[in-house]
């Protein structure tokens, strides 16, 4: 089993910035991808950013440019740095890994963006 566990999440005003972490533990592949997807109220969840095992990203486009994701393999971690921060950007960001064709989710973490 994999165990996701999401952090960083929080309160910001528009314009603001955060970083949120997920750190997997359990039996991680060598071979998986890490990625972020959000869920807002009233609405489907989406997909934010993938990072390969080889650290190739991959963005939504309204992520684009603002959204920055990366991972520490040695420390079987995903970040994701969020600059320039909207009030649409409101959601419940979850941890998403994929490996040997299974999904683990972490539990989330709230990101709310005042304006």
């Known amino acids: 089993q994999v165990q996701l566990v999401e952090s960083g999440g929080g309160l910001v005003q528009a314009g603001g910035s955060l970083r949120l972490t997920c750190a997997a533990s359990?039996?991680?592949?060598?071979?998986?991808?890490m990625a972020w997807h959000r869920q807002a109220p009233g609405k489907q969840r989406e997909w934010v950013a993938t990072?390969?095992?080889?650290?190739?990203?991959n963005y939504a486009d309204s992520m684009k440019g603002r959204f920055t994701i990366s991972r520490d393999n040695a420390k079987n971690t995903v970040y994701l740095q969020m600059n320039s921060l909207k009030p649409e950007d409101t959601a419940i960001y979850y941890c998403?890994?994929?490996?040997?064709?299974?999904?683990?989710w972490g539990q989330g973490t709230q990101v709310t963006v005042s304006s």
């Open positions: 998403n890994l994929g490996q040997d064709n299974t999904s683990y």
């Open positions: 359990g039996r991680i592949s060598r071979i998986n991808a």
């Open positions: 990072v390969t095992i080889r650290g190739s990203t």
